[in-house]
């Protein structure tokens, strides 16, 4: 689905907290993130596989609940002039300041 910014995406799931933030999470781990295209996040195989940059140790215990829990989290990317939803993603593995996002 797409969006024309990240605050109508945000709004749509009615997701707590604000918009302005890359990776919300709660108490079973990160409920959503979004990459704005400014970092190094890679985006591989059709978008299948994700190497999202992890920006601090907090938001890194938070994508390992996910994992724990076996939790997926729905994931957002800047793009030109919209916001793509890309869909719901499952914690792989961690591996050099990222943390990999699976799609099936």
């Not at 689905?1 to 108490?27: C, D, L, V, W």
């Amino acid at each position: 689905m797409k969006f024309k910014n990240f605050k109508e995406a945000h709004s749509y799931y009615k997701y707590p907290s604000t918009h302005r933030f890359g990776t919300i999470s709660n108490e079973k781990g990160v409920i959503r993130s979004y990459s704005n295209g400014k970092n190094n996040d890679k985006i591989l195989n059709n978008g299948k596989k994700i190497y999202y940059m992890i920006k601090n140790e907090k938001t890194k215990e938070y994508f390992k609940l996910n994992k724990k829990y076996n939790k997926k989290l729905r994931f957002f990317r800047k793009i030109d002039n919209y916001v793509l939803d890309m869909g719901l993603y499952s914690v792989n593995k961690f591996i050099d300041g990222y943390v990999i996002l699976l799609k099936k």
